[in-house]
Every structure is written in C-alpha cells, then in structure tokens.
C-alpha cells in the first residue's frame, strides 16, 4: 500500500501543454478579422443601397426596413445560439470557413436579383451564413490570448466593423453612384469566398480554455444538457441577463443609425449617394475605430483596480454618446465647411463623437461575457448575446426607424426620417441603466468563475 502511494505521489500528472502567443496567433486573429469586417460590410452594404434600391422597386420606408433589418434579423438570431452551441463541440475554425464562404455566395445573389423578392430572400441567405460568423470566431479570439489581454484583443478583433464601415459605405457610394446597386454586391460578395479558404488553411484551432486556468486537470466539458436548459441557465445569471438587455436595445439604437443615417444626410442634408456614403463612412468608422482600440485598452487598465469596471465602461460610453447622436441629428442643414471641393456639413463632428464613445458597448460587453462562462461554453454564450443584438438591434431597428418614418411623413415631409431617428435614439437611456444594475452582479460572477479557475 505504501508503495501504491508513493508511485501515485511521484507519477506523472496530466499536465496541459502551456499555451502560447505566437506569430501564428496573430495571423489567425488578423485573418479572422477581417472575416469580421467582410461580414458586416455585406450585412451593412444595404445602408447605402437603401435609396437606389427603393427607387428602382418602388419600395416604401416600412418595405426597406423589412428588406435591411427584419428578414435579416430574424435568421441571424435564430440561428445563431444553435451554431454557437456547435463551436462548443466542434472545430470552430471550419465553421466560421464554411460559414463565411455561404454568406460571401449569397451576397453576390443579392446583386442578381430582378424582382424585390428575389432581394429579399438573398438578404436572408447572408443571415443563414453569418450566424456561423460572430460566436466561433469570439470563442476562438478569446482563447488565443490570456484573460489579462482579452478586452484589448477583442476590442481589436471588435475594429471589424468600424472598419466596415469606412469601407463598405464610402466605397459602396462610388461603385453604386458609378455602376450601379448590383456591382456593389458583387464587389464584395467574391473575396469573401477566398477568405472563407484562407481560415480553413491558416487559422489556428487553439485549446479550448488553455490560457485560463494554470490547473493539472483540463476543464471539464460544458455541461451535459440541452441547448435550451443551457440558455436558461445563463439567462438566470443576473449580470448576463442584464448585459444582454442592454446590449440587444443598444444594438437596436445604434443598427438603426447605421442602416439609416446615409439616407438622413441624402434627405436632409441634400447629399449625392457616394457624398453620403464618403462623410459617414469616414466621420463614423473613424471615431469608432479609435473609440473601440481606446476603450479595451483603457478597460485592461481599470479591471485591475475594480472588475466592475468592465460593464462600467460601456454605461459610460453609452451616456455620453447619447447626446452626441443627438446633437448630429438636429443640427442645422445650412452650416457646412469645404474643403478640397467637397461640402463636409458640421454635424458631422458629432457623428465622430458618437463613433468613439458608442464603439465602447459592444467589444467590451462580449469581453464581459467571455469572463462570465466557462471557456468551454463561451460559444453558446457570445451567440446568444449576439441574438440579442441581431434580434433587437438589425431585426427590429431598421424596420421600427422606417415605420416611424412613414407615419410621421404626412406632417412632416422630409423631416420625418430625422425625427425618427432621434426617438429611436433615446433609447440608449435604459440601455445605461441596465449596465449599471449589471455592476455588482457582474462583479459577483466574475469572483465565481475566478475561484472555479484556481
């Protein structure tokens, strides 16, 4: 017996092979980046094809909010949590290859459509793909790097679609002013096809939780239960569920002024298509770029002092950025600076605020959820953040700023898309106050799921 023992004490342990950051690490959050910034340009592309599209089909605003939020939103959300559970189990970096070639092939369906139907069935086609996107691909990101480093990382991989929009929206306008609606979809549509080749060839499939926890024993395995007693379970986290809330009427706000906004500035500001496409894309993307590398950087400061810190951030950059939207919307049409033959309208200084300060929500709360769950669970969990957002924010934003729109046309004629969009706005005032019922919830689960790890 005393022999048994000793060899128990001195066998060799079940040592997980230490982690590590490397040049291949990179590449992979890089490559899967830019998956990030193909899929909201090709979601978000319809944004400044909203006035040619309407006119050539002779769509209303209610139609258009159908075509670019609800048929989207719809697919996106249900689909979702099922894949997220998938990436929980299996190779995440063939999901997301897979995923991102379907919705690449079906962009460029959208540019083949002849009848407004046909739009609309390829624009939930990309849906179908892009639920594959987002939950695999956070899952992947956050274990390729230490927690330590997690919300700068994420904020980093979060620039997709800050990126997006400059891209997409300011060269989206030219090649639709130039060639018309449909080039823009194949434009984009093709290179995601590649792309979707290049992350099943390069991407690395890190271990699940290897940075984690510095434990003999590997984590154990989600939990064996059923998606939807799975789903239930995380909703009855007081701090998920309330992140959750917040983020879907966050994303419901914020869709609505991306989707819409270049329509504003036609309507209101008596742009062209690629003007519009040019001032928002840069004035927008650019604060949000900035806006979203500041904030994880700032938030993988401020969490070594307080962990409450984490959803703290967000509420803080939600409340400023409110009036920011605000003040964009309502200001003056006449007042405007040229520059290099271009008329750049001043309201678009507050378009770049409102870029920094609400770019903060989105990485930062994903990095919260990503500490809330075990590693072996943070799919399903991204995923159903994520429907929150896509549910709330593309499902029901675009179409519920069109309705408005057309109900307040009668009375106020071409000012009804700009009234529309700041009530759609004051909803970022419960989305604060969610996130700061979150803070000593979160806090509370952080210190949980700290203890599981040592």
């Known amino acids: 017996m005393a022999l048994t023992l000793r060899m128990r004490e001195h066998a060799p342990m079940n040592l997980k092979t230490a982690p590590s950051v490397t040049w291949r690490t990179h590449l992979s959050l890089a490559l899967l980046a830019l998956v990030y910034i193909f899929s909201v340009i090709d979601r978000q592309i319809i944004a400044i094809l909203m006035e040619p599209i309407k006119n050539e089909f002779g769509a209303s605003d209610t139609q258009m909010g159908l075509l670019?939020?609800?048929a989207f939103g719809l697919f996106y959300a249900a689909l979702g949590v099922p894949v997220g559970k998938l990436s929980d189990k299996y190779n995440r970096r063939m999901i997301v290859?897979?995923?991102?070639?379907?919705?690449?092939?079906?962009?460029?369906?959208?540019?083949f459509a002849g009848q407004f139907w046909q739009l609309l069935l390829s624009r939930m086609s990309v849906a179908i793909g892009e639920a594959g996107g987002m939950a695999p691909s956070i899952s992947l990101v956050s274990d390729l790097?230490?927690?330590?480093?997690?919300s700068t990382v994420i904020s980093l991989f979060m620039t997709g679609p800050n990126l997006a929009v400059v891209i997409g929206l300011s060269l989206g306008g030219w090649i639709a002013q130039q060639y018309g609606w449909r080039a823009t979809f194949l434009f984009f549509g093709v290179p995601g096809i590649v792309l979707g080749l290049l992350v099943w060839w390069l991407v690395k499939e890190p271990v699940r939780g290897g940075f984690d926890q510095p434990v003999v024993q590997s984590e154990p395995l989600a939990p064996a239960e059923s998606l939807w007693k799975q789903i239930y379970r995380l909703l009855q986290m007081p701090?998920?569920?309330?992140?959750?809330?917040?983020?879907?009427?966050?994303?419901l706000a914020g869709y609505a002024?991306?989707?819409?906004?270049?329509?504003?500035?036609?309507?209101?500001?008596?742009?062209?298509?690629?003007?519009?496409?040019?001032?928002?894309?840069?004035?927008?993307?650019?604060?949000?770029?900035?806006?979203?590398?500041?904030?994880g950087w700032l938030c993988d400061r401020l969490v070594q002092r307080d962990?409450?810190?984490?959803?703290?951030?967000?509420?803080?950059?939600?409340?400023?950025?409110?009036?920011?939207?605000?003040?964009?919307?309502?200001?003056?049409?006449?007042?405007?600076?040229?520059?290099a033959g271009l008329k750049i309208p001043h309201a678009m200084a507050f378009s770049i605020a409102f870029g920094?300060?609400?770019?903060?929500?989105?990485?930062?709360?994903?990095?919260?959820?990503?500490h809330m769950v075990r590693s072996s669970e943070r799919g399903v969990a991204a995923a159903l953040l994520n429907f929150f957002i896509t549910l709330f924010g593309i499902g029901v934003g675009p179409l519920l700023t069109g309705v408005i729109s057309d109900l307040l046309t009668p009375s106020l004629g071409a000012q009804a898309l700009r009234w529309s969009l700041v009530a759609v706005m004051l909803l970022l005032i419960p989305t604060a106050l969610l996130l700061g019922m979150s803070l000593k919830a979160y806090r509370q689960q952080w210190n949980l799921m700290n203890k599981e790890h040592k």
């Open 145 to 150: 790097y230490p927690p330590k480093q997690r």
């Open 97 to 111: 290859a897979v995923c991102c070639s379907l919705w690449s092939l079906a962009t460029v369906a959208c540019g």
């Open 307 to 339: 962990v409450r810190w984490q959803v703290g951030l967000p509420m803080l950059g939600v409340l400023i950025s409110l009036p920011c939207a605000v003040a964009f919307l309502l200001w003056p049409a006449e007042g405007y600076w040229a520059w």
């Open 239 to 251: 701090a998920f569920r309330r992140v959750a809330f917040a983020c879907g009427i966050a994303g």
């Open 356 to 370: 920094f300060f609400g770019s903060w929500w989105p990485s930062l709360s994903y990095s919260a959820i990503s």
């Open 68 to 70: 670019s939020g609800l």
């Open 257 to 295: 002024y991306g989707v819409w906004t270049p329509s504003f500035l036609v309507r209101t500001h008596g742009l062209s298509l690629a003007h519009a496409g040019l001032m928002f894309g840069f004035a927008s993307g650019f604060g949000a770029l900035v806006g979203g590398l500041f904030s």
